[in-house]
């Protein structure tokens, strides 16, 4: 199986009528690449694109562009979600946000989609979510688990709060937390006081089903 060429994918990355990305997606499923496979490729594009946002990448690029492969993502998400494999059944409930201040969420739909495509049920609170929404959906909804995302560093305290709201109201060990995103690390998990953290989609489907007693 030929790999993708990292310079088309940043072409169609960067597309800004959106036209291509379709034709990449179906191309790759006709090759037998799974959907994570595949968002996995075009996540090496969006690095490069980062390394670049940021001076270090060869090509500078600019907020447009990360505006543009955004959009392109999104839409490779939507052309994907149906081609996840189903597997499981009634395995849980879990509410889902990205973190005060962030409004990425790429990586959280990705994962929402893979969750619910191994049995979970999910609410999906969006982006910019304050820890007093979190705690809230918490204490109406009862769900087993409450992921946490964030992509920018300065973001990342945000994080603490939400669990140190979840303390204050008494709800938090009704709940397993489990946090992921670019800007997060294991290490960083831990400090907070997260029951998992999930390096991609896959670790942390593996980590909710052991919340939830279910082994892969
Ligand atoms: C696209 C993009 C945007 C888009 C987002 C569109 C959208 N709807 O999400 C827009 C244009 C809005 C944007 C804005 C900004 N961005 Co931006 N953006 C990116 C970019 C290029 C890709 C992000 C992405 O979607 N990646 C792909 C997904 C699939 O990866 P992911 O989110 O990490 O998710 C995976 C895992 O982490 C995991 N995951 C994610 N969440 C969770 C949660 C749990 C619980 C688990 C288990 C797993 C998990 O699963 C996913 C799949 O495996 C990144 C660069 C990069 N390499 O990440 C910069 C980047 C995140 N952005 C950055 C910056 C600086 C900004 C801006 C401040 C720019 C500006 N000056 O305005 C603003 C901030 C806006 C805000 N307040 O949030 C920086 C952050 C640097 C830092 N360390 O803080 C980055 C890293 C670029 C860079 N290298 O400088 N951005």
Known sequence: METADPKEILSILLDFKGER???FCERRIRDRIT???????LSAGLDEIGRGFEGKGGTRYFTS???VS???????LAILRPHFPKGGKGRGLVIL??????VHD?????FSVTLESNGFSCIDLGVDVDRAIFAGSVASQRPDILSLSAL???TLPAMGEVIEELKRRGLREDVKVIVGGHAVTEEFAREIGAD???RDAIDGLKKCLAFVGAGT
């Open 21 to 23: 990305v379709k034709e």
């Open 35 to 41: 959907p994570h496979g595949i968002f996995a490729e």
């Open 65 to 67: 562009d990360l505006i």
């Open 70 to 76: 955004g959009r392109n993502m999104k839409r490779a």
């Open 97 to 102: 946000g990205t973190v005060k201040g962030d």
């Open 106 to 110: 790429i990586g959280k739909m990705i």
């Open 152 to 154: 920018l560093s300065s």
């Open 196 to 198: 998992a953290y999930g």
